[in-house]
């Protein structure tokens, strides 16, 4: 997550998609965060998130041994 300052504390619009509301917005888009850190007056920090699990995990076996099986074929009809 990164912290954008502006200016002054009184900015309260949004640009590119950023809120800013009483001069800090957040956003977690990275290109986003180094457009605002290349303008002048405009600060960027980067704030600790939380590891937050994406997708399933290896060692995590679940259901996943039949979830990609196909079923069993049956005998056609007529030659058995």
């Given at each position: 997550m990164y912290k954008i300052k502006a200016p002054s504390e009184e900015y309260d619009r949004k640009i590119g998609g950023v809120q800013f509301v009483s001069?800090?917005?957040q956003t977690?888009?990275?290109w986003l965060a180094s457009w605002f850190s290349g303008r002048a007056g405009f600060t960027v920090e980067t704030e600790p998130t939380e590891d937050k699990p994406r997708g399933k995990r290896r060692?995590?076996?679940g259901n996943a041994?039949?979830?990609g099986a196909k079923p069993a074929a049956e005998p056609a009809a007529g030659n058995a």
């Open positions: 001069g800090e917005a977690d888009n990275e060692n995590d076996k041994d039949a979830a």
